[in-house]
DNA sequence: CTCCGATTTGATAGATCGCTCTAGCGTGAC
DNA sequence: GTCACGCTAGAGCGATCTATCAAATCGGAG
């Protein structure tokens, strides 16, 4: 049996990702992990927050591979670009434009109500860019042009995950998966 | 004495903006808005859905009138851009990165959870899509660039927001904003 | 087997949630 | 004056929230 708290933590990823923070019980939560509730409180003493805070380090953690599955073992930059927003497309309609971004969520809910947990979401954004930044440089794109490139690409991935999740169509992805393209080409334009 | 139902709507559309929807109490809204608890069920008879309902497209409609302010009455569709981008960022540092898009949160807290909810907010992303193409249109960039280019900036804009709100910076935006010049320049360009 | 710490239970407290209800106030029509 | 009606006013309902607690249970060490 898979420990319960990685059931907790599993139930509560899916669940504040999908229904946000605020939205989601508690009682939610251990109903959809097959757990006690007081089991909650023996591997999170600090209740909800810890749970909250936990869970959004690990689904960055998670996330964090994506960029070296998709950018680390290619030299095709602009290919790997597109099949990550493919990717993300497919994930959600699959999912029925339920599961985007892990955290974004929680972290707009977060971000001027508690300040831990707004910590851990920007904790995520800043690994994201270095990670992303230290993968494009790969492709021969300066330091600075790498982050700044890493960095539109979030941004226009998380814009879209918005878009998409609210008008039940993937077009905004395809947007700005184009704009990311082109956002890559010109990076890759300054590389002598 | 402002209309008390216009000060629960204006309370409403601060709180659900910084704090989301569900992390919003009704009672808060009324003790913000200085009115009584009664009053609210007199003017949204349907309680908190219908009142998160009007907040939305009310704050929808606001924002329309943005794209008109900055690209309705120039030539410059580049510095449009960056002055929209600029403008963003002044608000969010003005406000402690709290009054980011009046909308986000919401999308994505309702986007699984409330039908009713996520339509207000795809009715709103439409009408921004559909102004923003008219008004790009004008510039001589084809109807479906012009379309393209208005998801693209929106997207970018939307993305950025959440960033900057987590990490408490206007970096994200900045890159955004020379992101969507780039986007902005790419669809002139197709221009004869 | 005994013992002990780790883990499992779920009842329950205390607060807050969205919402309903009734009573009263104030102002314009007549 | 007085009637009607839009609005104010807030007590209180049942449900749900997070959190606490003490008791039951398990599993490995000696």
């Known amino acids: 049996m898979a420990g319960t708290k990685?059931?907790?933590?599993?139930?509560?990823?899916?669940?504040?990702?999908?229904?946000?923070?605020?939205?989601?019980?508690?009682?939610q939560i251990v109903a959809q992990a097959g757990a006690p509730f007081g089991s909650l409180y023996h591997f999170f003493p600090r209740g909800k927050e810890q749970l909250g805070e936990e869970v959004i380090?690990?689904?960055?953690?998670?996330?964090?591979?994506?960029?070296?599955?998709?950018?680390?073992?290619?030299?095709?930059?602009?290919?790997?670009?597109?099949?990550?927003?493919?990717?993300?497309?497919?994930?959600?309609?699959?999912?029925?434009?339920?599961?985007?971004?892990?955290?974004?969520?929680?972290a707009l809910e977060v971000a001027s109500t508690n300040e831990p947990l707004r910590k851990?979401?920007?904790?995520?954004?800043?690994?994201?860019?270095?990670?992303?930044?230290?993968?494009f440089a790969r492709f021969g794109i300066g330091e600075e042009a790498a982050r700044t490139l890493t960095i539109s690409v979030v941004t226009s991935l998380e814009g879209a995950f918005i878009l998409s999740r609210s008008l039940r169509t993937t077009e905004p992805l395809a947007v700005a998966s184009a704009t990311s393209v082109l956002a890559a080409r010109a990076a890759l334009a300054t590389v002598s």
């Not at 907790?8 to 939205?23: H, K, V």
């Open 120 to 135: 851990a979401t920007a904790d995520v954004f800043t690994a994201w860019i270095d990670a992303g930044t230290a993968v």
């Open 6 to 27: 990685d059931r907790i933590m599993a139930a509560g990823a899916e669940l504040f990702r999908r229904n946000g923070y605020t939205g989601t019980g508690l009682k």
């Open 57 to 106: 380090r690990s689904s960055g953690l998670m996330y964090l591979q994506l960029f070296d599955i998709h950018f680390g073992h290619t030299d095709d930059l602009v290919g790997g670009v597109e099949a990550a927003f493919a990717g993300a497309a497919e994930t959600l309609r699959e999912t029925d434009y339920a599961d985007a971004c892990p955290i974004a969520t929680v």
